[in-house]
Nanobody, 122 residues
Framework: QVQLVESGGGSVQAGGSLRLSCAASQYTYCMGWLRQAPGKEREGVARLDEFGVIDYADSVKGRFTISKDNAKHTLYLQMNSVEPEDTAMYYC???????????????????WGQGTQVTVSS
């Protein structure tokens, strides 16, 4: 059982930056970030596999960067130029198999954390 613990959320003004972190209890093949705003469906934000292949949602391309420190089993999401539409609960998620697409991770994560809230004010 993989445990994922997120941190780094908070309140920020539009145009600002935040960095989210996710500490994993062990190595996982596929990791990423999901988000869900009140009244909206869960959305895949970014994913990264063991080969370093990365996918981003169109809404965050050019603004968010996903990265990983393999030695620390820690995943990051650098959020720049944030917008009020980025307000959501952000979840770290992982899959234990090799079906590592952003849609697959969003639809059926094997593991996920408790979430960290990001609030962007205009």
């Amino acid at each position: 059982q993989v445990q994922l613990v997120e941190s780094g959320g908070g309140s920020v003004q539009a145009g600002g930056s935040l960095r989210l972190s996710c500490a994993a209890s062990q190595y996982t093949y596929c990791m990423g970030w999901l988000r869900q705003a009140p009244g909206k469906e869960r959305e895949g934000v970014a994913r990264l596999d063991e080969f370093g292949v990365i996918d981003y949602a169109d809404s965050v391309k050019g603004r968010f960067t996903i990265s990983k420190d393999n030695a620390k089993h820690t995943l990051y999401l650098q959020m720049n130029s944030v917008e009020p539409e980025d307000t959501a609960m952000y979840y770290c998620a992982a899959r234990s198999d090799n079906h590592c697409s952003l849609s697959g991770l969003t639809r059926a994560p094997s593991y996920w954390g408790q979430g960290t809230q990001v609030t962007v004010s205009s």
